[in-house]
């Protein structure tokens, strides 16, 4: 934002109210410039319009100074990352975020460690994949076990890390025979792993997608050794290979409680395998053809595209707060990133076959709108936890005609419909928002977001005077404050430098 004044209606700033039982979304967004103090708050926000619901500031815990490297509400955590940044993921405390760019570097930032240093940086940077030919590899995707112990991320390479949340490396995943076609017996992917995701209920176990088709099941304990299950994508035979492009664990489906889940694949179809069951090839309990479901229906039989691209993105579960443990009444679906919409299969109706009745399983467009830089952009869950919440993101093409990266939040609600509760403009106009995580910690946790630039966004970092501090808040709360650095009202603030210690050390 150009403009530091508070009382400038700005149209990127949309926040929805929806009338179904969702995570409170009157966070205030405030576009501005220059750093953001508590105590010169209240003016401005006394004069916001009415449509963006503002937060009174906190007495008890004041902002730090120099807290306002902010894009319409957002602090911006900067980190020495020069490439985009591709994934992020948050442990279930909300204490420890990770964030994977493309330059090769993982970035921690552990928000119970106090900052030595007034400078805002990573807790702690790790290169885990290192090649001596291309140098460092870029890091495509990223997830955090359920019980927050542990980060897995995936390179462009075919061996997976995982990193403990304290910053240490455990080890790398096994890495399959390039002669060996058996899925069974291979001990590991054969091709470049390109997605991940955590079961939903054991914590020590975690599912990655490869380009070699297939999908493993690992636990961590032994996933130095083996994987513990494996299927192949698509029919199975030996000369029929997509690549998979997500994963998701399916709590609802079957009751399978973590151990059902599904892939999606660059055939366009998502198919979904028991891991109790023993794998056969094609074997997969259900199927959908999510292009298939699309076609207009004609006389005579519908003509196939031959250079349509069937990227399928992100998964998740969604069910409806009334629907229960159970799942038996209400609704409750598998969400599905096509490009710039968001399709909802019905697993109550979808069929275990891949006949002509699988594609009516699929529900039309949820939700349009959605401008893209990546083939598969992630779906997480939003702010407050619970499955019924959606979050993703969109290019710098924008939201609703308004140019910048957005990250938006959606509501599953009545109907099979999803409801926009929170649409925030995470970052400028030149820059895109590739991946997006909220903290399930708190109702009002905090919203991060991955832009294009190599920086962090957080929304909500800052919680009114009622609420406990937010963890990043209390974090920023322990910077030391330079010597001799107070703002006078009247008086000129001397130049902001970095401390000596930071200086002789990027010197030297």
């Known amino acids: 934002m150009s403009s530091s004044s508070g009382d400038e209606y700005d149209p990127a700033e949309v926040v929805v109210r929806a009338a179904v039982a969702s995570p409170s979304i009157g966070d205030t967004v405030v576009p501005s410039a220059v750093p953001f103090l508590r105590s010169a708050a209240a003016p401005s926000l006394a004069s916001l319009p009415k449509t963006t619901a503002s937060v009174p500031p906190s007495s008890s815990s004041p902002t730090p100074h120099n807290a306002g490297n902010d894009v319409d509400g957002g602090y911006r955590l900067h980190s020495d990352i020069k490439g985009r940044i591709r994934c992020l993921a948050l442990n279930t405390a909300g204490t420890t975020l990770c964030a994977g760019s493309e330059d090769g570097q993982l970035c921690m930032w552990d928000f119970t460690v106090p900052l030595k240093s007034h400078r805002v940086q990573p807790t702690r940077v790790l290169t885990p994949f290192v090649n001596r030919i291309s140098g460092l590899q870029p890091i495509i995707a990223l997830t955090c076990a359920s019980d927050g112990s542990y980060f897995v991320a995936c390179q462009d390479g075919d061996s997976p890390v995982l990193v403990r949340a304290s910053g240490e490396q455990l080890g790398y995943c096994a890495i399959g025979e390039r002669g060996l076609m058996d899925v069974i017996q291979c001990k590991g992917h054969r091709a470049p792993v390109t997605c991940v995701a955590a079961h939903t209920h054991d914590a ?36 029929d290979t997509h690549v998979v492009e997500s994963v998701a664990s399916l709590d609802g489906f079957h009751n399978g409680l973590g151990r059902v889940f599904a892939s999606g694949g660059q055939d366009g179809r998502v198919q979904i395998w028991d891991s109790r069951v023993k794998y056969r090839p094609g074997g997969a309990i259900a199927a959908v053809d999510m292009y298939a479901a699309t076609t207009p229906a004609g006389p005579g039989k519908a003509t196939e595209d031959p250079f349509l691209e069937k990227h399928v993105g992100g998964m998740m579960e969604l069910h409806q707060k009334d629907a229960g443990a159970s799942r038996a009444s ?49 779906l997480s869950i939003g702010r407050g936890g619970g ?28 109907g099979d419909r999803l409801d926009p509760t929170l649409v925030w403009r995470a970052g400028q106009q030149d820059e895109d928002v590739l991946c997006a995580c909220a903290d399930t910690s708190r109702a009002d946790g905090c919203v991060f977001a991955g832009l294009s630039s190599g920086d962090v966004v957080v929304h909500g970092a800052f919680s009114s005077g009622a609420a406990a501090p937010q963890p990043v808040e209390a974090w920023l709360q322990t910077r030391p404050q330079r010597e001799g650095y107070e703002r006078v009202v009247g008086v000129k603030a001397p130049r902001a430098v970095e401390d000596d210690a930071d200086l002789m050390r990027d010197l030297f």
């Open 387 to 414: 499955s019924s919440t959606m979050m993703t993101c969109t290019s710098r093409a924008g939201y609703r005609h308004t140019k910048g990266g957005h990250v938006v939040q959606y509501c599953y609600a009545d």
């Open 204 to 239: 020590a176990a975690f599912f990655t997608g490869s380009q070699d088709g297939t999908v493993r099941l690992w636990n961590s304990a032994t996933f130095k050794q083996r994987s513990v299950y494996a299927v192949k994508h698509g029919s199975g035979q030996v000369t």
């Open 330 to 378: 209400g609704s409750y679906g598998l969400a599905v990133r096509l490009g710039s919409a968001v399709r909802i299969i019905d697993l109550r109706r979808l069929s275990h076959s891949d006949g002509p009745t699988a594609p009516t399983a699929v529900l039309e467009e949820a939700a349009t709108g959605l401008p893209h830089v990546l083939d598969t952009t992630a």
